[in-house]
């Protein structure tokens, strides 16, 4: 924390610095331990000439001297004894190879990622080598000119969305705006500019889960999931389209959502198109609305709260030129930011609005109507999950049907334990819905995760496993066609499954566990003849940071289902 305050800020210069790669640590060594000492952030380029001094007396600028580094590279979330792991296994490497000679004292290790990337994460163990220095005649790349000379003078254009980006949008893009009228309860806010947003709709969901789908499939869009593969910066505000229901519905607004992300500047005239289905780009006409503003960590019963209040702020001076049918919420912060929050209210102004029709302005979110399907449970978290019928259920395990024919993508793991299998199952089907397939699309990721064991000799079973992907709604029909040979498309025919459900962060304990619980609630019931023992699956339905409410659950077949070997 010390670091990231001298980069927002905490320094002589009060100048807010870009976030750099990689965050180096130097390494205490003892004969038995290993413990971190020195935390170091690299100074960008366009301020390695004039960065400014720490404010912090335990923050301190130095320089680097050229160096030559033995370097290990390693995936995943990195832990001190992953470090250490690393260090040892170089170490040993280089005394192999005859280089004991070369090895310092000098340890480094270096991370590369945001906490919260989950996949194809870098990191790297540093031995700093005695003897070999940079050759002064080896190639260097062409850096940014951080010369004190006079940077070129801005463009009119420039200027004025400088002059005009609001402070709070915190050196983001986010639409620019005039002030028409200021009161200590709201403002009236003008965008007097066509801007285009990229929006998703989402209904049959309450705020909070409603928030999170939303949020990642345009998260999805600028990441690349487009038509021109295009990474785009994050904007603000991100806003939430929502419905007001009358006094005693029961509930404050309707499960009927729509999010919004600005599109940037530099995008505003060739946005590239979405590629998926459920998101659409939209042009928003010019608006006036009347905005409270609020702080902290939003909330539905703060939104409730201070919508009310811009409601009876309004009222108060007279005005009701507003559009009572439905609002908006505003956020202008990442979840990690932890003060200084802002968040607004927006209710849409008739009179003061140049626009003549509602319809218009809905273009803001595309009211676009989706086809209705079956609801999914509230265990798949807003993901795409195969439909079922629930025939029976008792305190111990229910029997559940799927009466459709699904198509799964699947890969074949063999010779590993369970762990390490599942983890490479995973990642190569998560290359697949990334854009490893023959139309390099970027396919949505669905719930469960179903694994297929195959019971074995063993102490619990044989190292082969099925990895399993649910193939979403919208290419069952006709499944895009993977590239890689390890990963292909199966068709699971429709069956019945007695099932048990249990929550945590699962593992092989726990899946052998729930396995013999199952097996003998079954036979207790006089249903131990009735499902096939051959082969079982895990069914896994959340990602590893969603700590509260997991679900996880052991599949056993029925026999009678129409396809009696259930062989993806």
Known sequence: MRLFRYISGNNQAEMKIEMTVPVAKKMNTGPRSMSYQTMSFFIPFEHQQDAPMPNNDNVNLEIVKPFCAYVKVYGGFTTLSKVRENYQSLLRELREDGRSNDISDSIYSAGYDDRFKLFNRHNEVWIISKNNKPSENAAVPDLPNTSSEPKPAKSTADKKLTEKTPQFCDENDCPLFYVKKNTTDFQLRCYNESYKWVSTSVANMNSKLAGKTAFWRLFRYIEGSNAKQMKIKMTVPVTMMMQPLQPGSGSFVKEDFTMSF???????????????????????????????????????????????????????????????????TAGY?????????????????????????????????????????????????????????????????????????????????????YDEAVRMGFMRLFNYIEGDNVKKLKIAMTAPVAVEIQAGQGPFCKNNFTVNFFVPFKYQDNPVEPTSKSVFISSLKKFCAYVKSYGGYSNIKLIQENTEKLSEALVKAGLGDTFIKEVFFYAGYDSPFRVFDRHNEIWFIKKDSDDKTLNF
């Open 333 to 417: 912060d990442a979840p990690y930011k932890l003060f200084n929050r802002r968040n607004e209210i927006w209710l849409i102004s008739k009179s003061q609005n140049p626009m003549q029709s509602l319809v218009v302005l809905l273009a803001l979110v595309g009211l676009s109507v989706v086809q209705a399907r079956p609801k999914e449970p509230d265990f798949c978290h807003g993901l795409e999950c195969p439909h079922f019928k629930t025939v029976n259920k008792t305190d111990a395990f229910e029997l559940r049907c799927y009466e459709t024919d699904y198509k799964w993508a699947s890969t074949i793991v063999a010779g590993y334990e």
């Open 262 to 328: 600005f599109i940037p500047f530099k995008h505003q005239k060739d946005a590239p198109a979405p590629t998926a289905d459920d998101v659409e780009l939209n042009t928003v006409k010019p608006f006036c609305a009347y905005v409270r503003e609020y702080g902290g960590f939003s909330n539905m019963e703060k939104v409730e709260t201070h919508y009310k209040e811009l409601l009876n702020a309004l009222k108060l001076q007279g005005i009701d030129d507003f559009y009572t049918n439905m609002f908006y």
